[in-house]
C-alpha cells in the first residue's frame, strides 16, 4: 500500500511482460500513396468580390415560423375549405399555424375568388372561443393587429393599460407610425375614427398619459453610435430628477427613456449603475406607482433585454390572460421567439412549448371577454356561467385543445412535414440499429 502513496512511484509497479516500456520506434506508419480521382482536374473559381465591403449586417432570423418552402395558395385554400367544412379544426391549425404571416394574407383572395365567400367570416362564424380570437389575430398583418390590440386596448371595457404599454415600448418607430396610421382606418363599425393619440389622451390620466403619448409619437433615436459623455449627463440627470430629488420630475425620464436610442440608452443604464450603485429598475421602483410605473420599467426591460421582457409577459399571462399570450405569440413568433424560448428557459428554468401546452389546455383563470383579471375585480362582480349542456362542454372541450395545439406549434419552428417524416424514419433506423447491437451484445455474453 505505501508503496503505491502520492508521489506515485512509477517504478514500484512491475514492469508488464512484453508491454512496457512502450517501444515507439517499433511503429511505422504506412506510406501514404494519393490515389488520383478520376475524371479532369476541378479548376476552383474565386467568388465575385462582394459589391460593399461593410454592408449592415442582418440579424439572424430568430422567430420560429418562416415562409413555408412551396406554400401553394390555391391548394391552400382548397385544404381551409374543407376543413371549415368538415369542421376540421386540427386540419385549420395544421395549416395556418405552419404557414408565416405573409403567407396567410396571401390565402384571402383565392378563397374568395373560389368560393365566392370571405375566409374571415366563414373563420369568424365557424370557430369560437380563443381558438378564434387566436385564429383572428393570425390573419392580421402585424401593424393591423397591433392597432386592432390598441383599439380594443382602449375602447373595452375599462382600459388594458398592459397592452398599451407592451405595444408602445416594444415597436420600432416605423411600426409605431403604420400601427397609428391604420388606427384610424380600423373601425369594425365603419364610422370615422379617431386618431390613436386622440384616444390614449381621452383614455388615460396624469404621468402615464404622457409616458404613452411620448412613445406613440415613435420619434426614439435610431442611430445606433453611443456618446460616452453624454450617457453619463442623462445618468446624472436621470439620478436629479429622481433619487436625489423630494418627489420626482417624471418628465425628465420621459423626455430621456422615450427619446434617445436603445444603444445609448443602455450605456447611460450601465453609468447609472456604476455611479450611483442602483439599478434603474430598483430607483424606478422607488420612484413612481400604478401604471406610471409599469410603463417605464416595461420601456427599460425592452431596451435592456426585448425577448427577455416578452418571456416574463408569457409567463404573467400564461394562466391569466389568453389575450396577452396569443398578442405575445402571434406578434413575436416571426420576430425573436427562439429568443424569447431561451429567456424563457433562462429565467423559469421551464419549457415554454410545455408551460403554454399545460396551461392553454386548463381552463383560463381570468381570461372574461380578453379583459386581463384586474378589470373584472374593479367591474361588476362576475356572474355564475350558466349551465352548460354537454354537448357545448364538449365542443368547448375540443375548441380548447384546438387553441392548445395552435399556439404550442408557434413555439416551434414551421418545418416541412416531408423532413419531419424523413428524421423520424432516421430515428427508427437508428433505434433498431441500437437495438440489434445490445442483442448481438448479450448473446456475445451469454456464449462465454
Ligand atoms: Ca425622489
Known amino acids: 500500500m505505501s508503496k503505491l502513496a502520492y508521489p506515485l512511484q512509477l517504478d514500484a509497479y512491475p514492469p508488464l511482460a512484453g ?3 512502450l517501444q515507439l520506434d517499433v511503429y511505422t506508419p504506412p506510406e501514404y500513396i494519393p490515389v488520383p480521382l478520376p475524371g479532369p ?9 462582394m459589391p460593399n465591403p461593410s454592408p449592415p449586417v442582418n440579424k439572424e432570423f430568430r422567430g420560429t415560423i418562416k415562409d413555408f418552402p412551396g406554400a401553394d395558395p390555391l391548394k391552400d385554400v382548397e385544404v381551409l375549405r374543407k376543413a371549415i367544412k368538415s369542421k376540421d379544426r386540427q386540419a385549420i391549425v395544421d395549416l395556418l399555424a405552419s404557414r408565416s404571416n405573409k403567407q396567410r394574407l396571401l390565402l384571402l383572395i383565392p378563397y374568395k375568388t373560389a368560393y365566392g365567400k370571405d375566409l374571415i367570416k366563414d373563420l369568424n362564424s365557424e370557430l369560437s372561443g380563443d381558438f378564434k380570437k387566436l385564429v383572428m389575430a393570425m390573419l392580421k398583418s402585424p401593424s393591423e393587429f ?6 380594443r386596448a382602449i375602447e373595452g371595457l375599462g382600459t388594458d393599460e398592459d397592452c398599451l404599454i407592451e405595444i408602445l415600448s416594444s415597436r420600432s418607430n416605423s411600426e409605431i407610425k403604420e400601427m397609428a396610421r391604420l388606427y384610424k382606418t380600423v373601425d369594425e363599425d365603419g364610422g370615422a375614427s379617431e386618431s390613436m393619440e386622440d384616444a ?24 445606433t453610435n453611443v456618446d460616452l459623455s453624454l450617457a453619463k449627463k442623462d445618468a446624472q440627470a436621470l439620478y436629479a430628477a429622481g433619487e436625489a430629488k423630494w418627489g420626482t420630475d417624471e418628465s425628465k425620464f420621459n423626455a430621456v427613456l422615450c427619446g434617445r436610442s436603445k444603444n445609448h440608452l443602455r450605456a447611460v443604464f450601465e453609468e447609472y449603475l456604476e455611479m450611483f450603485e442602483v439599478d434603474i429598475e430598483k430607483s424606478i421602483r422607488r420612484e413612481m406607482s400604478g401604471d406610471l410605473k409599469s410603463g417605464m420599467l416595461a420601456v427599460v426591460k425592452c431596451i435592456k433585454n426585448t425577448p427577455a421582457y416578452f418571456a416574463e409577459q408569457l409567463y404573467k399571462s400564461i394562466k391569466a390572460c389568453r389575450t396577452t399570450l396569443i398578442r405575445v405569440m402571434v406578434s413575436r413568433s416571426e420576430v425573436d421567439m427562439l429568443d424569447i424560448r431561451q429567456e424563457y428557459l433562462k429565467k423559469y428554468h421551464k419549457s415554454l412549448a410545455k408551460d403554454i401546452k399545460v396551461s392553454s389546455l386548463a381552463e383560463p383563470m381570468a381570461s372574461v371577454g380578453g379583459q386581463p383579471m384586474k378589470k373584472r375585480q374593479a ?5 355564475s356561467p350558466p349551465p352548460l349542456s354537454l354537448n357545448r362542454t364538449a365542443h368547448q372541450g375540443t375548441t380548447r385543445i ?30 433498431s440499429a441500437k437495438m440489434h447491437a445490445r442483442q448481438s451484445r448479450c448473446s456475445l455474453a451469454s456464449e462465454h
Do not use: W
Request: hydrophobic share 35%; with cysteine; glycine share 4%.
Open 41 to 49: 482536374k476541378p479548376t476552383y473559381v474565386l467568388p465575385p468580390p
Open 379 to 383: 367591474g361588476r362582480p362576475k356572474a
Open 402 to 431: 384546438s387553441f392548445s395545439n395552435c399556439v404550442a406549434a408557434m413555439t416551434k419552428t414551421n418545418r416541412n412535414p416531408f423532413c419531419r417524416r424523413i428524421v423520424k424514419a432516421l430515428m427508427l433506423h437508428l433505434q
Open 19 to 21: 508491454v512496457y516500456p
Open 146 to 151: 397591433d392597432a386592432s390590440e390598441m383599439k
Open 200 to 223: 390614449i389622451t381621452g383614455d388615460t390620466s396624469c404621468n402615464f398619459r404622457k409616458l404613452l403619448i411620448s412613445l406613440a409619437q415613435g420619434n426614439r433615436d435610431e442611430s
